[in-house]
């Protein structure tokens, strides 16, 4: 009985073992059909990626060719916009309203301001690499947003009047709307323009180092002369002793 016993369980357990291995053999088909599946998928997604790359590079061959669309190709997110567009990517809006938590734009002071344009309009306002503006986008921002027109000018300034932005303003460049659209060139006379405000901005920084230069070593002068005069006063005294 005892021998026959132990067949049983052995049986039992060939059989369960045999069980297991019957699972274990359906998951891997499943699992192998599936990854074939998911193989298939993958081959059709990188079909469609080859296609829309194709036509990405159709757009930028054609953009070369027009010399208009060339000049925008030289922007710093160019390709980037080509590649967002040709790939059905979302891109950013022309225009969002301030964060939460941000006062009304009237209370904004003028660097606050120029931080919103930053954020609701990044294809135009691009601090990093600036892109001349179009002319007259103060009026473009007021109809947008709203506001008085002083404010609007003066947050503004803290933007066009920067050198990295005055650099940028070379003849033939192109000006940039609100959206990063072309809104027209620079013309000689505005780079000429722009090279004169440089040089008096470096004219006047130059100025201001050496004012401060100069107050820098009054003052130091005045410090020795100060620690001079408490060394001759502490003398004086020890004469008197």
């Known amino acids: ?13 060939l059989t369960s073992y045999a069980d297991q291995g019957v699972q274990a053999l359906n998951l891997a088909h499943q699992e192998i059909d599936r990854l074939q599946q998911r193989n298939q998928d993958l081959e059709q997604q990188v079909a469609e990626l080859e296609g829309k790359l194709t036509r990405l590079r159709e757009k930028v061959d054609a953009g070369l060719k027009d010399p208009e669309a060339a000049k925008l190709l030289h922007r710093p997110d160019a390709l980037m916009v080509l590649i967002r567009e040709t790939l059905g990517l979302e891109t950013a809006p022309p225009g969002v309203a301030p964060e939460e938590g941000y006062p009304e734009l009237e209370e904004l002071n003028p660097q606050q301001r120029l931080e919103h344009w930053i954020k609701s309009y990044p294809r135009a306002f691009m601090p990093g690499q600036p892109q001349p503006l179009k002319i007259g986008i103060h009026e473009d921002l007021q109809e947008a947003e709203g506001g008085d027109q002083k ?8 933007y066009v009047k920067l050198p990295r932005y005055l650099r940028c303003l070379k003849a033939g460049a192109v000006r940039l709307d609100l959206q990063g659209q072309n809104a027209g060139f620079v013309t000689e006379e505005e780079a000429e323009f722009a090279r004169n405000q440089l040089v008096e901005w470096e004219e006047q920084k130059k100025q201001k180092d050496s004012r401060r ?29």
């Open 1 to 13: 009985m005892a021998f026959e016993q132990k067949v049983d369980d052995l049986f039992d357990q």
């Open 151 to 158: 404010k609007i000018r003066r947050a503004l300034a803290g």
């Open 213 to 241: 230069r100069q107050q820098e070593a009054e003052q130091k002068k005045r410090a020795e002369d100060e620690r001079m005069q408490s060394k001759l006063d502490q003398l004086l005294k020890l004469n008197r002793h």
